[in-house]
């Protein structure tokens, strides 16, 4: 018998013996009809093990079978039906390149490159929403947001014509974050708010294993940031613990490790240290246990700023630039305004102030470069408190003069974004500026102003 006849049998024997559990086995099935020549059969169970390997969040796995499927794609010849076979592969191959290896790796950037071709191609169909999404969340991480809007702007109007509820929600959290990255909150919370009215984690968890990440938990990620910026820090901080309770229920270690990571950006909004350490040390231990890169950058940033804070300031620069290394090297840029921050703020805790300021211009020129403002007006007043020291140390009243100047533009940020958490610690700044200044009057009609504001 020859050897494609004799794989066909056996395959055939399998599938008969194993039935309706015939995916148990199914890479042994795929490799026999891929042998046997039976490429429909071989594509269909490549699909189905690399689909299994994506629900135990075995990325290897993952990216293997589904490479093999795209292998077998590639004699085929062109056709719509061949296009969306490869739209679905495509989709759960990419998703978990960007979960092993970032944002920024070439292999990343070619599939999304493949995911845009092939949606060019088909309209209308579930697939090609499913890729939409993958590819704004591709843009926004990068901080490219005019192209994440853009396909945003294609899903709600898939979604609309659909009159489809759940991809309606699905967009607006995507939405609901863009805009919290660009610095409009109150329409941030908007979009967040229409999501969470939909969401229910018992009907809506296995979204994880289509999206990569749970859409859900995403638009809870993003209400904890917004309540806080705007002045809630109760709310966020219930907020935030549903959002881990349920995270920690969900199979999904991805979906988990991000909402650790969202929790460390409250905590350093809050400038919560002990907090943000023990968050930081889980984010980075589950991270590289799963082999997360970016995420073990995230966990390195945060026990850096506490390292730091904590005046082991060496040891927090280290851990710092090694987190910053880890951004650059995978392409995420979502937080990286936050990132060049704080290692401009531990610089000035370091006494070099130079350093502190470079660092500091570098994080400007991001927020200008990719829009990514939520964290402008508190970037003005660091850059306000490090021209202090400078102005102290050299005695010199220009700094102090530019100091007063960087802190009311930061209270021009925070008041056009509503945010009223960063406009109370810039005025704090501002008035005890403004009381060594001897502008006692000035200093207590700043501070009665967000008192009145909070009241």
């Known amino acids: 018998m020859e050897r494609s006849h004799l794989h066909e049998e056996v395959g055939n024997i399998l599938e008969s013996l194993y039935g309706e559990q015939a995916d148990e086995i199914s890479v042994q099935l795929a490799r026999h009809f891929q042998e046997a020549g039976i490429r429909p059969k071989a594509l269909e169970y490549f699909a189905k093990a690399g689909n299994k390997a994506l629900h135990l969040s075995a990325y290897a796995e993952t990216m293997a079978y589904f490479g ?34 970032g944002y920024g790796a070439p292999e990343v950037a070619s599939a999304c490159e493949r995911i845009r071709e092939l949606c060019q191609k088909m309209e209308g169909s579930p697939p090609v929403f499913y890729a939409l999404y993958f590819l704004a969340n591709f843009h926004w991480l990068r901080a490219e947001h005019g192209a994440a809007l853009e396909l945003t702007e294609q899903m709600m109007n898939l979604a609309q014509r659909a009159a489809d509820p759940l991809s309606l929600a699905m967009t607006h959290a995507l939405r609901g974050i863009i805009s919290f990255n660009l610095g409009n909150l109150s329409a941030a919370r908007e979009h967040l708010d229409h999501t969470n009215a939909f969401y229910n984690p018992k009907e809506h968890a296995h979204l994880a294993f289509v999206y990569g990440l749970d859409p859900g938990l995403l638009s809870w990620f993003g209400t904890v940031c917004v309540l806080c910026c705007l002045g809630y820090p109760d709310l966020a901080a219930e907020q ?81 630039h090694q987190a910053l290394d880890i951004y650059r090297a995978t392409g995420v840029r979502f937080t990286l305004t936050e990132v060049l921050g704080s290692l401009a703020e531990a610089y000035g805790m370091a006494g070099q102030i130079e350093k502190g300021l470079e660092f500091m211009s570098q994080a400007l020129a991001e927020v200008e470069r990719g829009g990514e403002r939520y964290y402008e007006a508190e970037l ?54 403004l009381q060594k200044q001897g502008k006692e009057s000035e200093a207590r009609k700043l501070m009665l102003r967000i008192l009145e504001k909070e009241g």
Request: glycine share 6%; hydrophobic share 45%.
């Open 68 to 101: 093999k499927a795209l292998d077998i794609l590639k004699a085929l010849p062109p056709s719509p039906e061949r296009d969306r076979h490869e739209l679905s592969f495509q989709i759960p191959l990419a998703a978990s390149l960007q979960a092993t290896q």
């Open 380 to 433: 003005h007043r660091l850059k306000g408190v490090l021209l202090l020291r400078k102005a102290e140390r050299e005695d010199r009243p220009s700094w102090e003069k530019e100091a007063e100047a960087c802190f009311r533009r930061s209270l021009v940020v925070a008041r056009l974004q509503q945010a009223k958490s960063f406009e109370l610690r810039t005025a704090t700044s501002l008035g005890r500026l």
């Open 240 to 320: 935030s613990r549903k959002m881990l309770a349920v995270a920690r229920q969900v199979d999904h270690p991805f979906s988990l490790t991000t909402a650790l990571a969202i929790d460390t950006l409250f905590h350093l909004l809050r400038r919560d240290a002990r907090a943000l350490e023990e968050r930081g040390r889980e984010v980075a231990a589950l991270a590289q246990e799963k082999g997360f890169l970016f995420f073990v950058g995230v966990g390195l940033f945060k026990i850096g700023w506490v390292s730091a804070r904590q005046g082991r300031l060496e040891e927090g620069l280290a851990q710092i």
